[in-house]
């Protein structure tokens, strides 16, 4: 009975979540002309919060919390109707991000060039397999995020050693976390363009390449065992099936917010579900088992939604109150260094992730505390120092969703991800690129 009830109520949940999807994809292509369509938006998205709660994961109830009390302190009154539709609107495109993003992961599995790639990697010897790893999941990871580690995992060799599938594990996660540095794919670069503005958020795009680079070249010789330029070369010339795919992908995304002013996030969410509808043309057979694997991931996405939407919301109403730069002025009255900014950010956010505060919460409050003038900083390194600590942070808390997947897909406990050879990497991850952050930010 009780399975009956709970399968009935998440059909309805996932009804009320696509009726949030189809709301935030009116806002961003038609602005505020249809506003009532976008209030029912904000009403459903309430609806499948609530009807999420009672299978929400203990860590998330924890976060929420905090967010709650967080929330309590900064805020002086309590927001009005107006308000919370208001900021309900404001945040509704995470209810259209992350199914888009669920639906590009499961078209994404089943394209030929994606399972190419994934059979060329499971032949890789184990002395390119980390390198491999590493690279493969820096490229799929910026387009479908968590999906890669799940793609990877399904080439590691049944056989492999224990020592090897750490290996393995390690070098996907740092590849995909480390994507969020370049990518425009990731909930993190749509949270500090909400505070750096568009233009800022795409040149950090910019330095994140050369960030993603520089981390992969100093990381992959130190911590994978046997790499060299010709296991490199080997682990690249798996990648040839999907680089004009990711190419284009990419582009798409780009040319749209330059051509119809989208910001990234609007574009993603318009442009994808189109090359998702171009890949079901294409490919027909496959459409039954991407609607249905969609279907079961959207069940499993509330605690994101409800985490993201939590903490960009009161941050929405904080900043609008005029809450940071009360704070702020009472504990410092003089402009922040841009060096403190951008050595903070990454380095504060990967610290406290290992004591399972999520990314969200921390760099909210930093961006909304250093951004807007407030810091002798430029917003474009301000985004890439926020991208960095997302990286690091993610790589390096025992809560992370990165972290908990990566331990079951690869067999691996989650301790040995967090505690070990990632641990190192995630430290100097942020500490070394705010210096170096710091150190561009003086020159210019």
């Given at each position: 009975?009780?399975?009956?009830?709970?399968?009935?109520?998440?059909?309805?949940r996932?009804?009320?979540?696509?009726?949030?999807?189809?709301?935030?994809?009116?806002?961003?292509?038609?602005?505020?002309?249809?506003?009532?369509?976008?209030?029912?938006?904000?009403?459903?998205f309430v609806?499948f919060?609530?009807?999420?709660?009672?299978?929400?994961?203990r860590?998330?109830?924890?976060?929420?919390s905090?967010?709650?009390?967080v929330?309590y302190v900064?805020?002086?009154?309590?927001?009005?109707?107006?308000?919370w539709?208001?900021?309900?609107?404001?945040?509704?495109?995470?209810?259209?991000?992350?199914p888009?993003m669920?639906?590009?992961r499961?078209?994404?599995?089943?394209?030929?060039?994606?399972?190419?790639?994934?059979?060329?990697?499971?032949?890789?010897?184990?002395?390119?397999?980390?390198?491999?790893?590493?690279?493969?999941?820096?490229?799929?990871?910026?387009?479908?995020?968590?999906?890669?580690?799940?793609?990877?995992?399904a080439?590691?060799?049944?056989?492999?050693?224990a020592?090897?599938?750490?290996?393995?594990?390690?070098?996907?996660?740092?590849?995909?976390?480390?994507?969020?540095?370049?990518?425009?794919?990731f909930?993190?670069?749509a949270?500090?363009?909400?505070?750096?503005?568009?233009?800022?958020?795409?040149?950090a795009?910019?330095?994140?390449?050369i960030?993603?680079g520089?981390?992969t070249?100093?990381?992959?010789p130190?911590?994978?065992r046997?790499?060299?330029?010709?296991?490199?070369r080997?682990?690249f010339?798996?990648?040839?099936?999907?680089?004009?795919?990711?190419?284009?992908i990419?582009?798409?995304v780009l040319?749209?917010?330059?051509?119809?002013?989208f910001?990234?996030?609007?574009?993603?969410?318009?442009?994808?579900?189109?090359?998702?509808?171009?890949?079901?043309?294409?490919?027909?057979?496959?459409?039954?088992?991407?609607?249905?694997?969609?279907?079961?991931?959207?069940?499993?996405?509330?605690?994101?939604?409800?985490?993201?939407?939590?903490?960009?919301?009161?941050?929405?109403?904080?900043?609008?109150?005029?809450?940071f730069?009360?704070?702020?002025?009472?504990?410092?009255?003089?402009?922040?260094?841009?060096?403190?900014?951008?050595?903070?950010?990454?380095?504060?956010?990967?610290?406290?992730?290992?004591?399972g505060?999520?990314?969200?919460?921390?760099?909210?409050?930093?961006?909304?505390?250093?951004?807007g003038g407030?810091?002798d900083?430029n917003?474009?390194?301000?985004?890439?120092?926020?991208?960095?600590?997302?990286?690091?942070?993610?790589?390096?808390?025992?809560?992370?969703?990165?972290?908990?997947?990566?331990?079951?897909l690869?067999?691996?406990?989650?301790?040995?991800?967090?505690?070990?050879?990632?641990?190192?990497?995630a430290?100097f991850?942020?500490?070394?690129g705010?210096?170096?952050?710091?150190?561009?930010?003086?020159?210019?």
């Amino acid at each position: 009975m009780f399975e009956i009830v709970s399968t009935t109520i998440d059909r309805v949940r996932v009804g009320f979540l696509c009726v949030a999807w189809i709301a935030a994809l009116t806002q961003v292509l038609t602005d505020v002309f249809f506003i009532w369509i976008v209030n029912i938006g904000v009403i459903s998205f309430v609806i499948f919060l609530i009807l999420t709660f009672y299978r929400l994961r203990r860590d998330t109830l924890m976060i929420v919390s905090i967010l709650v009390f967080v929330g309590y302190v900064l805020l002086p009154k309590f927001p009005t109707t107006a308000d919370w539709f208001e900021g309900g609107r404001n945040v509704l495109i995470f209810t259209a991000l992350l199914p888009t993003m669920a639906l590009v992961r499961a078209t994404a599995t089943m394209m030929p060039s994606v399972l190419l790639t994934q059979k060329s990697l499971s032949n890789l010897p184990p002395s390119a397999a980390a390198g491999g790893f590493h690279i493969a999941a820096n490229f799929f990871g910026a387009i479908i995020n968590t999906g890669s580690l799940a793609i990877l995992s399904a080439a590691l060799p049944k056989n492999v050693n224990a020592s090897d599938r750490l290996a393995a594990a390690e070098a996907a996660l740092r590849g995909m976390v480390t994507a969020a540095a370049w990518s425009p794919f990731f909930i993190a670069f749509a949270v500090g363009q909400a505070f750096v503005g568009e233009l800022h958020a795409w040149v950090a795009i910019g330095i994140g390449v050369i960030t993603s680079g520089l981390f992969t070249i100093i990381s992959l010789p130190i911590l994978s065992r046997g790499v060299s330029i010709k296991t490199l070369r080997m682990a690249f010339s798996c990648l040839r099936p999907v680089l004009f795919r990711l190419l284009i992908i990419l582009s798409a995304v780009l040319i749209s917010a330059l051509s119809f002013g989208f910001t990234a996030l609007s574009s993603v969410v318009v442009v994808m579900p189109i090359l998702v509808i171009v890949q079901f043309a294409r490919h027909r057979h496959h459409v039954k088992s991407i609607v249905m694997k969609v279907g079961s991931e959207m069940k499993k996405i509330g605690d994101d939604i409800l985490i993201i939407s939590l903490a960009m919301l009161i941050g929405y109403f904080a900043t609008r109150a005029g809450a940071f730069s009360t704070i702020i002025s009472d504990l410092y009255s003089g402009m922040i260094p841009g060096w403190f900014a951008l050595i903070t950010t990454p380095l504060v956010m990967m610290i406290l992730s290992v004591f399972g505060v999520h990314p969200v919460i921390s760099s909210t409050a930093l961006l909304a505390i250093f951004s807007g003038g407030r810091a002798d900083v430029n917003p474009a390194l301000l985004m890439q120092a926020h991208l960095i600590g997302w990286g690091a942070g993610t790589m390096s808390s025992i809560a992370s969703l990165s972290v908990i997947m990566c331990s079951s897909l690869y067999k691996v406990p989650s301790r040995k991800l967090v505690f070990g050879n990632n641990f190192l990497a995630a430290l100097f991850y942020a500490l070394v690129g705010g210096c170096i952050l710091s150190l561009i930010n003086f020159l210019v």
